[in-house]
């Protein structure tokens, strides 16, 4: 995301703790991702991978627990500096715009890329999808999980089919420089089965309250295509992920 819009400061400290236990962080999209990377790619050790909008270090460390070896990228400065805590000499860490080009990474360098929910963030997202083709190997696979429009059409309302961009407020900022969203067209390949039960589930199963309200605000859905007869559970459409 640009500069001006990345979790920096108290936002970025704030989100570091909010995506170790938040529900569509830590059992819903985590997870997901997790799993869909062991379905693409089979066991991971030993596979250099990329995780572009790598934030606070959790999905790193789980790569790095798998045996991956791991490059992250974020544009923040407070959140890169969490992910050095969490991850020490582990990974290989760059703050880096990802409006920007990916000019210091090598050509079909890397095995992987993941890129979880920071796609929305990103105006330029033709030329981030470019650099990613370029920087993976031949056979390489790409994982991206964004913001499904349903959630932001019943949020900000207005046209279902709205692509315009939008701030999302953020309780007792009063910062113009708010982080952007921006609310994409549904009928861009929108994947069938939902996964987002597997994570509700699992947390009832740490003792954490889930509602259909959890549903109400801005956020995402994970998916996969295995089975089309799903449904998401509550009606709710949190988070989308593709796969390649």
Request: charged letters at 25%.
């Amino acid at each position: 995301m640009p500069a001006r819009t990345a979790y920096d400061d108290e936002l970025g400290d704030h989100f570091a703790r909010h995506a170790d236990t938040s529900p569509y962080n830590a059992y819903i999209d985590r997870p997901a991702m997790l799993a869909l990377a062991g379905d693409i790619a089979g066991n991971v050790a030993r596979q250099r991978i990329l995780d572009v909008g790598c934030g606070a270090g959790h999905y790193a460390a789980e790569l790095l627990s798998r045996g991956a070896e791991v490059v992250g990228i974020d544009g923040s400065a407070t959140l890169l500096a969490h992910a050095q805590r969490r991850l020490g000499d582990r990974a290989d860490l760059h703050r880096h715009d990802a409006e920007d080009p990916l000019d210091f990474i090598d050509d079909a360098s890397f095995d992987g890329v993941v890129c979880a929910l920071m796609l929305h963030h990103v105006a330029n997202r033709r030329q981030l999808l470019g650099e990613l083709r370029r920087v993976l190997r031949p056979g390489g696979w790409l994982l991206v999980s964004t913001t499904h429009p349903t959630a932001d059409w019943r949020h900000f309302g207005g046209s279902y089919f709205a692509d315009d961009w939008v701030d999302l407020p953020l309780s007792g900022s009063g910062d113009p420089d708010r982080p952007d969203v921006v609310r994409c067209p549904a009928g861009h390949g929108t994947p069938d089965d939902t996964v987002e039960g597997q994570g509700v589930r699992r947390c009832r199963s740490r003792g954490k309250r889930v509602t259909c309200r959890m549903f109400g605000t801005p956020s995402s859905r994970a998916t996969n295509r295995s089975n089309p007869n799903a449904k998401p559970p509550c009606g709710g459409m949190p988070y989308r992920i593709a796969s390649r």
